[in-house]
C-alpha cells in the first residue's frame, strides 16, 4: 500500500517539476526576446538617429542667410521646398535594419534656441518672434513605407514588431564668436548695412563696391571700413602668433592678415581700430585678391573715422566680406581691375575695394540674435529637442 502512494507522489512532483519548467522557458523566452529585440531596437534607432541628423543638417544648409534676421514669406516659400528637398534625399541615402531611411515629417521655420519647447512642434513658425529663434529644419526619420520594425522573438510574447523613429532639428545663426584665427583685421562699420543702397532685407546689393580706407556712406560718421588690431591696442601680448608687434605697425598688420585673430572674439568684446596704416601694406599686399574673408562690424562713431588717432570699441556682429582689389600709393591695382567701376575715375589710393557678401563663416560659433546678422552664418549644427524626442 505504501509503495503505490509513493509511486503516486513522485509521479505528481514529476508533474508539477514540468510545469515550472515550461514557465521557466517560457520566462527565458521573454527574457531573451526582450533582450535581443530591445537590443536591435536600440541599434536601429541609433541608425535612424544619424539618418535624422544628416537630413534636418542638410536641409538647413538649403536654407539663404537673410532668414537669420528677415522673415520674408516669399524667401520662406522657396526656401522650404529647397530645404525639405535636401532632407529627403540626405534621409533616403540613409539605412536603418538593412532597409532605407525615409523622411516622415519635415517642417522648416524658426527655432528658438533659447526656449526649447517640451514637445516636438507639429509644424514650425516662419516668423520671428524673438532675438534667439534661428532658421531650422526638423526631420521625423523613420524606416522606409512608415514600416515598424519586426522583432525575432517577440511575437512568442504578443509583440510583433515596435515603432521606430528618430527626431533632430538643426540650426544656423548669425555668429556670437570668431574662434582663434577667423577673423581678418579689417573692421566693417555698421552704418553700411544701415543704408539700402548696399545692404536691404538681409541682403548685400549686387555690384556695389566699398573702399576700405577711404569714403563713406552718407549716413556714416566714420569711414565705411578701418584696419584694426583684432585686440585691445593695450594687450598685444593678446595677439596670438603676432604678440608684442605695435599694433599700428606694418609688421603687425601683414601677420593678422596670415594668422588672423589670436584669443576668440564675441560680440561685445573690444578691439583697437588703426587707421591710417602705412602705404607699404597697400604696396606689397601680402595676400592675392580676391579673398574671402570674415571680419568684424562695430559701431558708428568719430573712432572710425580716417582723420583720427583710432580707438577701442566693441564689436557688434561679424560680416562675410570679399576683397576684390588692392590699390597702392603708386595707384596700382592688385590684380588689374581695368574692367570694374570701381578703379575708374580714378580708382583711390592706398585702399582696399571690397562687397559685401552672404556667405559661410568658417571657424565661428553660433550666440548671434536676429539683430546681430551681417552676412556672415555659422556651419549648420544641431540643436537640442525636447527630451520627448529623446526616444
Keep these: 500500500m ?41 541599434v536601429v534607432r541609433h541608425q535612424l538617429q544619424n539618418a535624422a541628423d544628416a537630413a534636418a543638417l542638410a536641409g538647413v544648409r538649403a536654407l539663404p542667410g537673410q532668414l537669420a534676421a528677415s522673415a520674408v514669406p516669399a524667401v520662406w516659400t522657396t526656401a522650404s521646398t529647397a530645404a525639405s528637398a535636401a532632407a529627403t534625399q540626405y534621409a533616403s541615402a540613409n539605412t536603418a535594419d538593412g532597409q532605407a531611411a525615409a523622411a516622415k515629417t519635415i517642417s522648416v521655420g524658426y527655432w528658438d534656441v533659447a526656449n526649447v519647447p517640451s514637445s516636438v512642434p507639429a509644424s514650425l513658425p516662419q516668423t520671428i518672434t524673438s532675438a534667439t529663434v534661428k532658421p531650422a529644419v526638423i526631420v521625423t526619420v523613420g524606416l522606409a513605407d512608415g514600416a515598424n520594425l519586426p522583432l525575432v522573438l517577440g511575437a512568442l510574447v504578443g509583440v510583433p514588431s515596435l515603432s521606430a523613429s528618430a527626431t533632430a532639428v538643426a540650426v544656423v545663426s548669425a555668429p556670437g564668436v570668431a574662434l582663434p584665427g577667423a577673423l581678418f583685421p579689417i573692421a566693417l562699420n555698421q552704418c553700411v548695412y544701415q543704408n539700402a543702397a548696399y545692404w536691404k532685407n538681409g541682403q548685400p546689393i549686387s555690384g556695389v563696391e566699398i573702399e576700405i580706407g577711404n569714403g563713406a556712406p552718407s549716413n556714416c560718421i566714420g569711414a565705411a571700413a578701418q584696419w584694426t588690431a583684432l585686440t585691445l591696442d593695450s594687450n ?21 592678415m596670415t594668422s588672423g585673430n589670436g584669443p576668440a572674439l564675441s560680440t561685445g568684446s ?32 568719430s573712432i572710425m ?41 580714378p580708382p583711390c589710393k592706398k585702399c582696399v575695394i571690397a562687397h559685401l557678401i552672404a556667405a559661410r563663416a568658417g571657424s565661428t560659433t553660433a550666440g548671434g540674435t536676429t539683430s546681430s546678422y551681417y552676412g556672415a552664418l555659422t556651419p549648420p549644427v544641431l540643436a537640442a529637442l525636447p527630451s520627448s524626442a529623446w526616444y
Aim: glycine content about 12%; overall charge positive.
Design 270 to 301: 573690444k578691439i583697437s581700430i588703426q587707421p591710417g596704416v602705412e602705404s607699404s601694406i597697400y604696396n606689397n599686399f601680402p595676400l592675392t585678391p580676391p579673398l574671402l574673408v570674415t571680419v568684424p562690424v562695430v559701431g558708428d562713431s
Design 305 to 345: 573715422s580716417g582723420s583720427g588717432s583710432g580707438g577701442d570699441t566693441p564689436v557688434v556682429g561679424f560680416a562675410s566680406l570679399q576683397i576684390d582689389y588692392v590699390i597702392g600709393a603708386n595707384g596700382k591695382s592688385t590684380p588689374a581691375c581695368n574692367n570694374n567701376a570701381a578703379c575708374s575715375g
Design 236 to 256: 598685444s601680448s593678446a595677439y596670438g602668433p603676432c604678440s608684442g608687434m605695435s599694433p599700428s605697425s606694418v609688421t603687425a598688420a601683414k601677420c593678422l
Design 2 to 42: 505504501n509503495k503505490i502512494f509513493t509511486g503516486r507522489r513522485a509521479r505528481r512532483q514529476r508533474g508539477a517539476v514540468a510545469v515550472q519548467v515550461a514557465l521557466l522557458l517560457i520566462t527565458l523566452l521573454g527574457s531573451a526576446a526582450m533582450a535581443i529585440d530591445i537590443g536591435r531596437w536600440v
